[in-house]
Nanobody
Framework: QVQLVESGGGSVQAGGSLMLSCAAS????????MGWFRQAPGKGREGVAI????????RYADSVKGRFTISQDNAKKTLALQMNSLKPEDTAMYYC????????????????WGQGTQVTVSS
C-alpha cells in the first residue's frame, strides 16, 4: 500500500525559505515519477515541480523557476521541495504525488496523493 506523508509547511515572511518533505512508503521513490502540486483557496490545483526516473529530469512551473528545487533521497525514501524567495502568492496547500504516466508538471494524472501541508507566506 502506497502512502505519502508531507511535512515542513508553516508560516514565513516574504523572501523567506521553507523545505517540504514527503515520506513515501510502499514504493521506491527513484522508480517512479513524483511531483509537488499546490492549491490555493478558491483556485484550482497547480503543478509546481516534477522529477522523473532514470536521468532524474526535473520540470517546474514558470511561477517557481529559479526559486524552488525538487529532489529525492532514495536512502531516506523521501521527496523534497526546497522553496526560496517565497512570495505571498506561493501561499497554498502543497501536495506530494507519485506515479504518473505522463510525468508532466502540467498534468495532475498522478495515482497517489498525500494529505497536504500548508504553506503561508505573509507580506
Amino acid at each position: 500500500q502506497v502512502q505519502l506523508v508531507e511535512s515542513g509547511g508553516g508560516s514565513v515572511q516574504a523572501g523567506g525559505s521553507l523545505m517540504l518533505s514527503c515520506a513515501a512508503s510502499g514504493l521506491r521513490v527513484s522508480s517512479y515519477c513524483m511531483g509537488w502540486f499546490r492549491q490555493a483557496p478558491g483556485k484550482g490545483r497547480e503543478g509546481v515541480a516534477i522529477i522523473g526516473t532514470g536521468t532524474l529530469t526535473t520540470r517546474y512551473a514558470d511561477s517557481v523557476k529559479g526559486r524552488f528545487t525538487i529532489s529525492q533521497d532514495n536512502a531516506k525514501k523521501t521527496l523534497a521541495l526546497q522553496m526560496n524567495s517565497l512570495k505571498p502568492e506561493d501561499t497554498a496547500m502543497y501536495y506530494c504525488a507519485a506515479i504518473s504516466p505522463s510525468c508532466s508538471v502540467g498534468k495532475g494524472d498522478f495515482r497517489y496523493w498525500g494529505q497536504g501541508t500548508q504553506v503561508t507566506v505573509s507580506s
